[in-house]
């Protein structure tokens, strides 16, 4: 059973950094593309980024792109996400997903989410 | 980045109704089309990837259709547990989109 337990969200000042983690238990992590995805409270899904399998490819949403930067380490079982310059629309429940399979990346299986607050 | 538009952003209909949701997308996204329903407090949980194929363990009365431009979510039969809020995804480019969300609530 696929397991993704996200981790390292709180409170923190605009301008400032937060790393958050996602830990994978139940897959062979290492042949997965891994995504972000956030939630506004009270608000849609947004997309944020996706790294491939083996951690050569990336790609972002513009609206984090420059700020975020996500990677992985496939001998921890572990995806990360460096969120730098936050700002106050950052705030949101940020969810780890797991592509659904080695052909269709899309995110397939979602963790619980962990909640940003960017506020002063 | 392409854009996606849902609609309608709600809809009220009763258990047994046949419900329609669509997503259009700005450009063509050939069948790179998903649909994903959440729960309130609840994770995402995919119901249909590649416009029509349906996910494992996902009730045969969730049903997509379209290509290229025009996608539809059809739940043939509503049940109780079918009140949700449902958003479509593009996964055709970079970077993901999705639709803004349709919440579907109990007549």
């Known amino acids: 059973q696929v397991q993704l337990v996200e981790s390292g969200g709180g409170e923190v000042q605009p301008g400032r950094s937060l790393r958050l983690s996602c830990a994978a238990s139940?897959?062979?992590?290492?042949?997965?593309?891994m995504h972000w995805v956030r939630q506004a409270p009270g608000k849609g899904l947004e997309w944020v980024a996706v790294i491939s399998y083996d951690g050569s490819k990336k790609y972002y949403a513009d609206s984090v792109k420059g700020r975020f930067t996500v990677s992985r380490d496939n001998s921890k079982n572990m995806l990360y996400l460096q969120m730098n310059s936050l700002r106050g629309e950052d705030t949101a429940l940020y969810y780890c997903?797991?592509?659904?399979?080695?052909?269709?990346?899309?995110?397939?299986?979602w963790g619980q989410g962990t909640l940003v607050t960017v506020s002063s | 980045a392409i854009q996606m538009t849902q609609s309608p952003a709600s809809l009220s209909a009763s258990v047994g109704d046949r419900v329609t949701i669509t997503c259009r997308a700005s450009q063509g996204i050939r069948n790179r089309l998903a649909w994903y329903q959440q729960k309130p407090g609840k994770a995402p949980n995919l119901l249909i990837y590649?416009?029509?194929s349906l996910q494992t363990g996902v009730p045969s009365r969730f049903f997509g259709s379209g290509s290229d431009t025009d996608f539809t979510l059809t739940i043939s039969s509503l049940q109780p547990e079918d009140f949700a809020t449902y958003y479509c995804?593009?996964?055709?480019?970079?970077?993901?989109?999705f639709g803004q969300g349709t919440k579907l609530e109990i007549k």
């Open positions: 995804l593009q996964d055709n480019t970079y970077p993901y989109i």
């Open positions: 590649a416009a029509s």
């Open positions: 997903a797991k592509g659904l399979d080695s052909i269709w990346i899309l995110p397939g299986y």
């Open positions: 139940g897959v062979i992590f290492s042949d997965y593309a």
